[in-house]
């Protein structure tokens, strides 16, 4: 397994510094890799050409870096299960060329939020209908499907806080619904402790389905947005999840994506992460 940092993680990272200097914090802190952000403004967006992507991808291998993941959080602003069509539409339109800014960059997979029934810091979104999200959030997956297998990347659903997918047997039957080898999970351990869920119970259910893996670490007795922490500092049971990976076999990148970054994050991070691989 490989420890990866996320762009997010590291000051500047909403796109506003170049990625040259975000790869030399990377690389000065010990990592393996970096995960990169693609959005509708800053160093990448879905506009990005092929030469400008092919040049951040060469940059990493200059300095030894591996750039196997691509995030997105287009998704909040566009959601695919939004009420309004057009903005479904949008949602998969952006990853589309998400798909295709990836395979530039050679990236192997792809991070993406498939909608939301409520967006828990968006008070401005307005509830969807659960299954109604359900019925639109797979149909933006089998849209997407065709663009991961002509790519070759993986496009890697995360459990996140989007009212959707409360269960891994949920999960679960979705990606099997969707019925391509190219459509996986992209299993965030933290996240579902607000859910009150036992990570390794996800990816024991989960298994081979999970592409990619994230983690940060949470505090259930506070229960909110706020109870995020530093690894190592809250509930997760890492011993327990760094077994359950390694009975899936896993082996690909584990990606830390901390927020808000500060002075000593990567530091901090990298050190739990040092910890997390030994257990």
């Known amino acids: 397994m ?51 992507c092919e040049a ?8 030894g870096l591996i750039v196997e993941t691509l995030a997105s959080g287009m998704s909040w602003g566009a959601s695919p299960t939004h009420l309004d069509s057009s903005v479904r539409a949008r949602g998969v339109r952006l990853h589309v060329d998400a798909l295709q800014r990836a395979a530039w ?17 968006d008070p401005a979104y307005k509830p969807v209908p659960y299954d109604q999200a359900m019925r639109w959030a797979t149909e933006g ?11 070759q990347v993986d496009l890697a659903v995360e459990n996140v806080w989007n009212g959707l ?32 869920q036992h990570p390794p119970d996800w990816i024991r259910i989960l298994g081979p389905r999970i592409k990619r893996v994230h983690i940060k ?32 076999h896993y082996d690909s990148t584990i990606v830390a994506e901390m927020m808000p970054p500060d002075d000593t994050l990567l530091s901090r991070t990298k050190a739990a992460m040092d910890t997390i691989f030994q257990l």
């Open 217 to 248: 670490d949470f505090k259930t007795s506070v229960g909110s947005l706020s109870g995020f922490c530093d690894l190592l500092a809250g509930d997760v049971p890492w011993a327990e999840t760094m077994q359950a990976l390694r009975a899936i």
């Open 141 to 151: 997956l089998r849209q997407l499907a065709d663009h991961a297998e002509k790519t």
């Open 56 to 63: 951040i991808r060469t940059l990493a291998e200059k300095k």
């Open 105 to 121: 960059l050679g990236c192997r997979a792809l991070l993406y939020v498939p909608g939301a029934v409520t967006i828990p810091w």
């Open 165 to 196: 997918f409360y269960s891994p047997l949920e999960l679960a039957q979705v990606l099997d619904d969707v019925k391509s080898p190219r459509v996986g999970a992209y299993f965030d351990v933290g996240n579902v402790l607000g859910y009150h």
């Open 2 to 52: 490989k420890k990866v940092i996320s762009q997010w993680s590291i000051r500047g990272g909403d796109g506003s510094r170049p990625v040259a200097e975000l790869m030399d914090e990377t690389v000065a802190a010990g990592f393996d890799g970096l995960e990169l952000a693609i959005g509708t403004t800053g160093f990448l967006t879905p506009s990005t050409s092929q030469s400008e």
